[in-house]
């Protein structure tokens, strides 16, 4: 096993004491922890240390590998210049890697660095490690804005690389608690912060790898936690094996959450192949699905993988085309297919009214719409259909309103339409809880202003999971 070791770890300037200046002394326990940290990592005396920073080069859809042979940094924006770092980058892991993530459609590499400079996310825990251990090249990597999916996945793809060049290699997952842990803290308090802050320590004191993979997005983002996905990428680098978990210290004076914990790996376990386990229970729940969500998965497959459109009636899959009701082929009406992935939308697309000579025929063109022709998204890859979830919207037909006291968010989908602009929400959607931010959110969809002149109609569906 190339990767000896992993450490869940914080990033607070404060701990530094030239940029503390006493303070640092609140989280002496986090400091100590810090200090065992640095310590095995020298140890194990590793060729590399990969560091995954939320304070690195982000990007919503694309994670960043620092490129070059090396980077500076110092904690000048701390009021402390003299304390600096000098790295250099294990340039033949970052080729071997951005190679890898190349030949697998997966998206990362080395490209749109803005800023060459070290973050503090990296230079933190470099300053307890450098304390103890000179050696070693680093390689940076930063999180994106992409499923927690895509993380686990990036850390799979490193340890693949770390056992292919034979690296002694260990993982530091840089990375705060939540935020919001008390009122004096610099987001506030949300009670989901103190929640957020318990699960996840209790995934780590027990290397629940495969709970990590599956945290509530809402959670994440009501805590303000910026270590999660840095977390999910460390776990993702002991797919399929046991682990050995440590957890030294826990802390949130300030009001942000602070973790230590140190993970070893054992020996294979098939039981903790965690993206296959939620793969599978997808495929189970698919066998169950309505008929048209089989419709739309056989699409989607097919075009995802051939880039063909399945033509109907002739090329349904076996046994699709008795399972499918009449009306499918008779009928016309307009159609929503909806794709999310771990929980997160990754496609869309719809049609308000009949365009297609059937209903099965609007799935079948919305579906291969939703997955590669969704403007908010990069189409989807071959390696992702097993995580997909689908879900079909027929629509009814349109009435126009009066105004919104005819509206209901969850039985009723909403039109805002001024002269040629047009913004529709479909009903029952999470988050959306009142009518005003249904139409609100419609409204700038279809670049709508409140000032305009807009009218509203509403419309019922059918949804099919």
């Given amino acids: 096993m190339a990767i000896k070791a992993a450490y869940m770890v914080p990033h607070p300037p404060l701990i530094v004491p030239a940029v503390g200046r006493g303070g640092e002394k609140d989280i002496a326990e986090t400091t100590d922890a810090y200090e065992q940290v640095a310590m095995d990592i020298a140890r194990i005396a590793p060729d590399t240390i990969v560091i995954t920073s939320p304070h690195s080069i982000m990007y919503s859809d694309y994670f960043h590998i620092s490129p070059g042979t090396g980077a500076v940094g110092s904690f000048e924006n701390f009021g402390v210049p003299q304390v600096s770092f000098s790295e250099s980058y294990d340039t033949e892991f970052v080729s071997r890697l951005e190679q890898t993530l190349s030949v697998n459609s997966f998206p990362g590499g080395t490209l749109g660095e803005r800023d060459k400079a070290l973050d503090h996310g990296t230079m ?109 990428i460390m776990a993702g680098c002991f797919d399929g094996l046991d682990v050995r978990a440590n957890a030294l210290s826990h802390q949130d004076i300030t009001g942000v959450g602070y973790g230590i914990c140190i993970f070893e790996p054992g020996t294979k376990n098939e039981e903790r192949h965690f993206l ?13 699905s309505s008929a048209y969500v089989k419709l739309a998965r056989a699409t989607i497959d ?24 009449p009306e499918a082929a008779s009928d016309r009406a307009g159609a929503f297919v909806s794709v999310h992935k771990n929980g997160m939308l990754r496609g869309c697309i719809g049609t308000i009214g009949p365009v297609q000579d059937s209903i099965a025929e609007e799935i079948i063109n919305n579906a291969v719409s939703a997955v590669a022709r969704d403007p908010r998204f990069a189409p989807v890859r071959e390696d992702e259909l097993g995580l997909l979830e689908i879900n079909v919207d ?72």
């Fill in 276 to 288: 296959s386990a939620i793969e599978d229970k997808i495929k189970e729940n698919a066998m169950s």
């Fill in 124 to 232: 933190v825990p470099l300053y307890f490690i450098r304390k103890y251990y000179q050696g070693g090249k680093i390689i940076r990597i930063g999180l994106s804005g992409l499923p927690l999916s895509d993380h686990y996945k990036l850390g799979t793809y490193i340890r693949q690389v770390s056992e292919e060049l034979g690296r002694t290699t260990v993982i530091v997952a840089s990375g705060d608690l939540s935020h919001k842990l008390k009122d004096y803290g610099p987001y506030g308090f949300d009670p989901a912060g103190p929640v957020y802050d318990e699960k996840i320590m209790e995934a780590a004191k027990n290397a629940d790898f495969g709970g990590m993979l599956q945290f509530d997005e809402d959670l994440l983002d009501k805590s303000a936690e910026c270590g999660h996905r840095s977390f999910v």
């Fill in 302 to 325: 097919r075009f995802v993988k051939t880039k063909k459109m399945l033509k109907f009636p002739d090329e349904l899959p076996e046994g699709l085309a008795e399972e499918l009701p």
């Fill in 394 to 465: 027929i629509l009814g037909k349109p009435e126009y309103i009066d105004g919104p006291e005819k509206l209901d968010v969850k039985r009723y989908g909403v039109i805002v339409t001024c002269g040629s602009k047009c913004g529709l929400l479909l009903p029952d959607l999470e988050g959306v809880d009142t009518v005003e931010d249904q139409i609100n959110i419609a409204m700038n969809k279809g670049g709508i202003s409140p000032s305009d002149n807009y009218r509203l109609q509403r419309f019922e569906v059918i949804r099919y999971k």
